[in-house]
């Protein structure tokens, strides 16, 4: 049983091993293509299947114009996660963006929701599954003072600790 149970833990630790030095490449990967994707087809206009969904919600703009520009921004966005060294401007970029993409649930309920507020529509969907774009973000995110720690860590040999006070 004991060589079961080694074997099992080997396998559980090259499984947690291979997550953590793939996971954050692969969230910045799929972000990446997600953005790039989706901004380009808005781009591109009649092939986007969010080109009524964000006509309807940014009523006061011109369609024609508003919606590849709001492609060229998730485009931005999607090429700056790519790219470690621009994870900041990602963010930044992102602050905006997500925030917008919920509005159709407000504006739109009768689009968005079966029943309000818990049956959602297939577009409701799409709109929900930005909380895990938002979670990804975050988890991005936080490795970017990582460099910036090791590299002054290796400069002074001076550990950082961080503080957390109750």
């Known amino acids: 049983m004991t060589t079961i149970a080694a074997l099992l833990d080997k396998f559980d630790r090259l499984v947690v091993w291979t997550m953590d030095a793939f996971g954050i490449k692969f969230a910045r990967l799929a972000l990446g293509i997600v953005f790039i994707w989706f901004g380009a087809?808005?781009?591109?206009?009649?092939?986007?299947?969010?080109?009524?969904?964000?006509?309807?919600?940014?009523?006061?703009?011109?369609?024609?114009?508003?919606?590849?520009?709001?492609?060229?921004?998730?485009?931005?966005?999607?090429?700056?996660?790519?790219?470690?060294?621009?994870?900041?401007?990602?963010?930044?970029?992102?602050?905006?963006?997500?925030?917008?993409?919920?509005?159709?649930l407000v504006l739109l309920p009768a689009v968005t929701f079966t029943v309000v507020p818990w049956g959602l529509t297939l577009e409701g969907q799409y709109i929900v599954k930005n909380l895990v774009?938002?979670?990804?973000?975050?988890?991005?995110?936080?490795?970017?003072?990582?460099?910036?720690?090791?590299?002054?860590?290796?400069?002074?040999?001076?550990i950082e600790v961080p503080v957390h006070t109750s």
């Open 41 to 104: 087809l808005k781009m591109i206009g009649d092939l986007s299947p969010a080109y009524d969904l964000v006509a309807a919600t940014v009523y006061w703009l011109t369609p024609e114009i508003i919606i590849p520009l709001i492609g060229l921004w998730e485009v931005a966005i999607g090429v700056a996660f790519l790219f470690p060294p621009l994870t900041r401007l990602a963010l930044l970029l992102l602050i905006p963006q997500m925030p917008a993409t919920f509005l159709p």
């Open 133 to 158: 774009i938002i979670a990804c973000a975050l988890i991005i995110g936080g490795t970017a003072l990582r460099k910036d720690r090791s590299d002054r860590e290796a400069r002074t040999g001076a």
